[in-house]
């Protein structure tokens, strides 16, 4: 956790940080800004209440500041999180729906699909190769084109979604 404080702290004074209503420690300050390290005491998933307070040499405290923080490691699931993933040819004369193993003319095929609430992003690879990412939109539909184009040759898309937390899901079939 890290921060700054407003003003400068007086001789004696420490900025104090507490966790899930915990006991106060100590932080590190430096100028203007503190820092706390809790990397000793894993989080769990979910929401946790981080406060803190400046102490003076008297050991009185200020009122403490609150700030909610969600911790979230757990990446969302591509069988329960995705569907109706399609690849569409949009390039004459044959355009439409591409089907596994059949060739197309076009190299900028679009993949796109539907998530469920919860998958902000869709990251699209070819074969491990990231392509790109697709925003999800507020309807849960996203769509993504390749830029630029695809070489000529074989392909294989793999979508994976992604949280607001940045987890990334295991992929769809290719």
Same mark, same amino acid.
């Given at each position: 956790?890290?921060?700054?404080?407003?003003?400068?702290?007086? &001789?004696?004074?420490?900025?104090?940080?507490?966790?899930?209503?915990?006991?106060?420690?100590?932080?590190?300050? *430096?100028?203007?800004?503190? #820092?706390?390290?809790?990397?000793? #005491?894993?989080?769990?998933?979910?929401?946790?209440?981080?406060?803190?307070?400046?102490?003076?040499? &008297?050991?009185?405290?200020?009122?403490?500041?609150?700030?909610?923080?969600?911790?979230?490691?757990?990446?969302?699931?591509?069988?329960? *999180?995705?569907?109706?993933?399609?690849?569409?040819?949009?390039?004459?004369?044959?355009?439409?729906?591409?089907?596994?193993?059949?060739?197309?003319?076009?190299?900028?095929?679009?993949?796109?699909?539907? &998530?469920?609430?919860?998958?902000?992003?869709?990251?699209?690879?070819?074969? #491990?190769?990231?392509?790109?990412?697709?925003?999800?939109?507020?309807?849960?539909?996203? *769509?993504?084109?390749?830029?630029? &184009?695809?070489?000529?040759?074989?392909? #294989?898309?793999?979508?994976?979604?992604?949280?607001?937390?940045?987890?990334?899901?295991?992929?769809?079939?290719?």
């Amino acid at each position: 956790f890290a921060g700054a404080v407003k003003g400068t702290l007086l &001789a004696g004074e420490k900025v104090q940080v507490r966790v899930d209503g915990g006991a106060w420690k100590d932080a590190i300050v *430096s100028g203007t800004n503190w #820092s706390y390290d809790h990397t000793a #005491s894993t989080l769990t998933d979910g929401k946790h209440k981080v406060e803190t307070r400046v102490v003076d040499l &008297a050991g009185n405290g200020t009122t403490p500041l609150a700030k909610d923080v969600t911790i979230d490691t757990v990446a969302p699931n591509p069988t329960t *999180s995705m569907s109706d993933i399609k690849l569409d040819d949009n390039v004459a004369p044959i355009t439409g729906a591409i089907v596994d193993g059949t060739v197309t003319n076009d190299n900028t095929p679009t993949l796109s699909g539907k &998530a469920t609430p919860g998958v902000k992003t869709v990251n699209v690879y070819d074969g #491990s190769k990231l392509l790109g990412s697709a925003p999800v939109q507020a309807d849960g539909t996203w *769509s993504f084109t390749p830029n630029p &184009a695809l070489t000529e040759g074989g392909h #294989s898309f793999i979508a994976k979604p992604v949280d607001a937390a940045n987890n990334e899901g295991a992929g769809t079939d290719p």
